[in-house]
């Protein structure tokens, strides 16, 4: 339980105003958000820069819309594809 509460305090000590940096501003954080517009206008160069120090996350991304039946299952595997199960 003490390497927990040492492990919560070194990450807390990393807070600013007592946020995660993340939570603050972009140039502290580790992720640069980005809509899925703004990600398509930049370029490999400008996308490789913000790769150097920090993670791209996408927001506002089309998703594309699959119902929950055989076909759209279908999308993902085939239906009779085994499946290995992990744990207990």
Request: glycine residues 6%.
């Amino acid at each position: 339980m003490d390497s927990i509460r040492s492990t919560v305090r070194q990450v807390e000590e990393g807070y600013i105003d007592g946020k995660p940096p993340h939570c603050v501003g972009e140039a502290t954080s580790i992720f640069h958000i980005l809509t899925q517009e703004a990600y398509d206008k930049k370029s490999v160069s400008e996308i490789q820069e913000i790769l150097r120090t920090q993670h791209i996350v996408i927001v506002d991304r089309p998703q594309p819309q699959v119902k929950f039946d055989a076909n759209g299952l279908r999308t993902l595997t085939r239906l009779n594809e085994p499946v290995s199960i992990q744990g207990v």
